[in-house]
């Protein structure tokens, strides 16, 4: 079982904005950081940190961190956004890493 | 840009072990600033880390995996290994090579590789 909680699915009407939340006790030490993946394909980094966006990741995808809960917000979904979205950060003790069970985001 | 690219075998029969090698190219292994690690996807399911080391060797490993995992690094050929012994179908997953922030930090994952899918069956 996942030390980081994830909504299982969520959908958003196209153009829209979403949020997708990862909820665990680690976040009040470290912040999250949030993965998109697609079939087939490798987890890229969409965002971390505080304010962090990797090169090359539109501006529409932004975080956020409160108490034991981060965000993910993508302003105006499009639809090459539909995807399965992890989060992760570390456990309590500092040294492991730790993943969200996903969120598989759909555009409707 | 970093690149990770994983090698080894694709099939690997029940009880035996599974050994894969990363290699690390177009940046430095041996950094204070990365710590290298495997994170495994079991087909339809989620992300699971398994184990990581840093350039000094110092290693880090999932306590449910702990047992069974070594995981090493040789900086000379800009590659780290996976070994999961006493495999069960169970293992069958994606595994992926990856870069990511060391101890005590997020644990952000910058870098991966394609990933490779090691099927265990007779």
């Known amino acids: 079982s996942s030390e980081l909680t994830q909504d299982p699915a969520v959908s958003v009407a196209l153009g829209q904005t979403v949020r997708l939340t990862c909820q665990g006790d680690s976040l009040r030490r470290y912040y999250a950081s949030w993965y998109q993946q697609k079939p087939g394909q490798a987890p890229v980094l969409v965002f971390y940190?505080?304010?962090n966006r990797p090169s090359g990741i539109p501006n529409r995808f932004s975080g956020s961190s409160s108490g034991n809960t981060a965000s993910l917000t993508i302003t105006g979904a499009q639809a090459e956004d539909e995807a399965d979205y992890y989060c992760?950060?570390?456990?309590?003790?500092?040294?492991?890493?730790?993943f969200g069970g996903g969120t598989k985001l759909t555009v409707l | 840009q970093v690149q990770l690219q994983e090698s080894g075998p694709q099939l690997v029969k029940p009880s035996e072990t599974l050994s894969l090698t990363c290699t690390v190219s177009g940046g430095p292994i041996i950094s204070d600033s990365y710590t290298w690690g495997w994170i495994r996807q079991p087909p339809g399911k989620g992300l699971e880390w398994i184990a990581s080391?840093?350039?000094?060797?110092?290693?880090y490993y999932n306590p449910s995996l702990k047992s069974r995992v070594t995981i090493s690094v040789d900086t000379s050929k800009h590659q780290f290994s996976l070994n999961l012994t006493s495999v069960i179908v169970a293992d069958t997953s994606s595994y992926y090579c990856?870069?990511?922030?060391?101890?005590?930090?997020?644990?952000?994952?910058?870098?991966w590789g394609q990933g490779t899918l090691v099927t265990v069956s007779s």
């Open positions: 940190g505080k304010d």
């Open positions: 990856v870069r990511h922030a060391p101890t005590y930090s997020s644990g952000t994952v910058d870098s």
């Open positions: 080391i840093s350039h000094s060797g110092s290693t």
């Open positions: 992760n950060s570390r456990d309590s003790s500092g040294f492991h890493l730790v």
